[in-house]
């Protein structure tokens, strides 16, 4: 069914006749760039207070976020002052035709949506409510900061760790080694025996003498680590 660009020009509070009696409807009425009208019918409710109300997520409701912006929660129980706001605006329409006990045939409109919808973090595409999405989404950005903090102190220490001990020199490379309170010494992956470990090897023990042996060929690697 072709869709029809039209403008509300008016709106307002009327009574329709069904099978079960007399409905309490809002009415908007739009016109297309010939003149020709079309009519649509919201269901409504009289309260108690003789009030025109309809539901948060009623038709009503959805087409007033979508095409005014807002969402005024707390008036929709007073819907007969809000239905004003449609006046002026752009719609997109399909009608049929269909015949009223008053004025005889006219065009009643069966979908309508805005020209420019307005969508926002409050309401689905289609206008429907979405319960506390901004209760949901500050919770949960709330929760994810606490971890990326809590990740980010781990890490920091980590790498504060690692920084601490990639700047210390091998012991024994620099300053004074006293070999008889250091058994062993580690450079690389080799061990260096002590004096008393080298004159088992044929060379001179020098307790005096802090230079490793001359000849590091002759230490075989091993895989401990000094604890």
Known sequence: MKKILCQCVNSKVGDIKISAGIRTVLILELADKNGEMFIKFFNADRTPKGNIAVGR??????????????????RFSRADKLISHFQGLWFEIQSE??????????????????????????????????????????????????????NQAIFGQFLGNCNSTSVREPIGLKGNLDPM?????HIGTFYIPTSKDISLLGVEKNPRSTSPPSDLASIEPTNHQIH
Not at 67 to 73: D, I, K, L, R, T
Not at 181 to 185: A, D, R
């Open 57 to 74: 997520n009623s038709d009503l409701a959805k087409l007033y976020r979508l095409a005014v912006g807002e969402n005024p929660a707390a």
């Open 97 to 150: 035709s269909a015949i009223g006990k008053r004025d005889g045939e006219y065009q009643r409109v069966t979908s309508i949506a805005p020209k420019n919808p307005v969508i926002a973090d409050g309401w689905t595409i289609t206008g429907h409510l979405i319960k506390n999405v901004r209760t949901k989404a500050d919770k949960n950005q709330a929760i994810f900061g606490q971890r990326l903090g809590k």
């Open 181 to 185: 309170q250091h058994s062993t010494y």
